[in-house]
């Protein structure tokens, strides 16, 4: 009997997948050698499930150098998949989108020498790139157009926002810009869980080089009216703040639990004899260190789609006020703009934590912005119509006051500025941030002067922050005196304070609330002078900055600071001349009472004189080309934060 020809071999000690080993035939070095991978390599390549953390791997790991050696293989990659997306087969399509969104991601992601040139040679070629891009974008427009599933489609969104946030400082993002997709992402902007993604990459291109041209996505945003997609825009926006806001709330929660059997007899010292609670499921709060990790961390990557909310907002009144007045969710009980607000406050109330944590919360401060600046935005903020109520940040004392029932917006936007000036304060102030912050302040401020509304308020926490602020930017003054923000930030915060103590009779709702203005201008009256002396280097003549009031008033700040300083010493003098009478029957002088003091300031207004202060309650709209260095910054954030947003998925 003939020996069999067939010859036994030993098992592997592993299996290895099929799909990892055309990567590994894929991405080996070819030398001297032009790869070419047949059909069948293809065909059996897209019809497998890809294994996206073993590709990640991968690339990861291959050097610049070594992927510009095999760029003829990943022009291949490119190419085959673009031809898998555009035929249309239900399993190939959906390999080939998760194939190039791990594959985009990750090589864009490198550092290349010259950006433009070398991914162009890795992605297509130079001489092909116009062929190959073009037929690329056409698949993606005609996946997200007509994709069998919402998957499907939502795949295809990944796929331009991998390469949109990729290639950014490239020119390669301009093949999406000289194509129209905003018609074709606008009807996939309902989808519940990931409908803010096309509102993402929307935002992503709106914003590509809008200062060098006229971004043809801007002007979409500023053209479009059709009400219906914009108020699903808003609904995704405020799903996305809501979840946002929650990973927050997850760290540490700050909502006060009410009184219960449990914590009575805790309080006066009986917890032995509190009901268990064994059979209710707890977390395990993290500790003190990991608490500042995971703050430091937030907010997630899909606070990317800030920058969009702030885009549409600053081009479009009709999204503007349909934000606003959006109906409040009754699964959630919140409105779209209540989880914006919410998101803001606690973003905010960490912003100290990260740059990235204050770029966010600035960018919604200029969005905050823009909506008071529109005047009849600005009256729906104050409006009763418009009562809301809104989660505040309470995780860190001092801690804004608990309010049960629904208020103005405004009253909202008075708590975040407070929570805001209260927790950020330290040697190393971010300025910019709290000319932001005194800017909101100012902006409602200024409407209540100016419509001369009687505004309900926590006005003496106001007046309490207001002049903590004073009383820290006098003691370090020398921490901050040479940031070049910082004459704008002076001449904010003395616009606000003396138009709060000049005219605040106009609309405060009585009296008790402007006698302790006054109370507290002169307690903290001996850092007045201190103050003008610390900034004196910063006066300027007949005008005050820009950003702050008209540039047209004719009040300086040193004028201000003067009329401040006047009229704490014509109190200050009134109060020591009333404890002067009270000792004459003692031997010593004592302490007024509040009932006294309160008496000696009321009848103090009667020889009082203030200088005239004009235009405290002008300001000047906000203008985008004048704050670009903030806006690129904000892009730019925006642009990494989508790259790991993609990269996660």
Known sequence: MEASPLTRQNRPGSFQPKIDNLYEQLFETHEDVEPDFNDGFWREFFLLRPDKANLRRRLEHISVDDLLQIQGATQQLFRQAVARINSGNGVSDESALDTLTVFLNVVLAKRYTNPSSEIIALLAGLDQVDTCFLHFVDAIENVIRLGGSADLRQRAVEVAIALTAGAYQTSLVSYFTHRDLFPTLMKNVDDPHHGFKPILLLGLLANYNKFEFRNPYRLRFEDFVNDAAIQKIILGLGSV??????????????????????NTLKYIGLGVLAPSRSSTPTRNAPSIDDSKDLFSSLPETDACILLSAYDFTNANKLFANTFITHPVDPNKKESPFSTFLSLTSYILHHAYRSPRSTLYGHLNLITLRILLEDQSLCTKIFSPEVFTSVRLCRQRPPF???TSTSRPLAATLFDIAIDTVTHNLRRRLSVPLYIATLNIIHRLLSYLLMTRTRFPYHWPLLWQTLLSLLRFLTTYADSIKHDPDLPALIDTFLAILSLAVCSGDVFLPDTNVYDDLFYKLVENGHLLPRFKSAFSHLS?????????????????????????????????????????????????????????VSRVIRKGYESLRVPETEGLERWVRWREVDEKGLVKKAGRQAVEDAKRLVGSS
């Open 400 to 402: 804004l006051p608990i």
């Open 241 to 262: 703040c809501s979840r946002s806001r929650d990973h927050y709330v997850a760290i540490q929660e700050d909502i006060e639990e009410g009184w219960t059997l449990s």
């Open 540 to 596: 300027r003549p007949s005008t005050v900055a820009p950003a702050t009031m008209d540039p047209h008033a004719s009040t300086s700040p040193t004028v201000l600071i003067d009329t401040l300083i006047g009229i704490s010493d014509h109190f200050t003098s009134l109060l020591e001349e009333e404890k002067g009478k009270s000792s004459t029957f003692g031997s010593g002088t004592r302490n007024l009472s509040p009932r006294e």
